[in-house]
């Protein structure tokens, strides 16, 4: 069967390489200062790791999303091509409902350390709570992880009904985003490697996605 390269596939191959990269980057840079004390807290939040981590975080989730367009773009002659295109819109959904959260933690928290430290008088951590639990942002980035979450496994599954990718690293980007949420609520340690998993899955999916030629005619149907 006659086969192209596809400069879209190779751009969102790289994309996809470059995000898991970021998400690596964003928990292993990120400060993991003691929050609960004003002192470290302004320390972890007046730094420029700070904004460099999630910025690194910010850029990996978009690049991921771009990822994931190629990957629904290179199974579209397949089963499934309708499961790999949803879960690339419900990703990048997701991706822009999680964004504004990460803007307020990213450059408010910055700012407002910045200005702690420049002795302005109010209570850090009480502020620092007041824009890490407003209900609005709460809600806005409960949904958009979901989205993220349901967007990787679709994916995941799309790749694993097909040959066109292999399985495994399409498993971890799927466990890897639909454990975005809880791992939150675990140890440095556990983040860390969780962006590390994360990272392998993404990496390992681009580079096969690199190396996969544009099929001209349909290719790629369910396994039996």
Not at 86 to 107: K, R, S
Not at 127 to 151: E, H
Not at 153 to 168: E, Q
């Amino acid at each position: 069967m006659p086969t192209t390269v596809d400069t879209r596939t190779r751009l969102g191959a790289l994309a996809l390489i470059v995000a898991g990269a970021l998400l690596l980057l964003y928990p292993a840079t990120r400060p993991w200062d003691d929050e609960s004390q004003a002192e470290t807290a302004q320390a972890a939040f007046s730094s420029g790791a700070w904004v460099a981590s999630h910025n690194f975080g910010i850029l990996g989730f978009i690049l991921a999303a771009l990822g994931l367009l190629a990957v629904a773009h290179t199974l579209r002659h397949t089963a499934s091509a309708t499961t790999a295109l949803t879960a690339a819109v419900l990703f990048w959904l997701g991706a822009g409902l999680v964004l504004p959260y990460y803007g307020a933690e990213t450059f408010g928290l910055h700012e407002v350390a910045e200005a702690a430290r420049a002795g302005a008088t109010f209570d850090l951590l009480e502020l620092t709570d007041a824009i890490r639990d407003n209900p609005v942002a709460m809600t806005t980035f409960a949904l958009g992880l979901l989205g993220l979450a349901i967007g990787g496994v679709m994916a995941g599954v799309a790749i694993v009904r097909t040959t066109a990718l292999p399985r495994i690293p399409a498993i971890l980007v799927a466990i890897g985003f639909a454990t975005y949420l809880p791992q939150f609520f675990t140890p440095a340690a556990v983040r860390i490697g969780h962006g590390a998993l994360l990272a392998i899955g993404l990496v390992w999916l681009g580079a096969a996605l690199w190396r996969t030629p544009a099929p001209t005619t349909e290719a790629g149907l369910t396994r039996s």
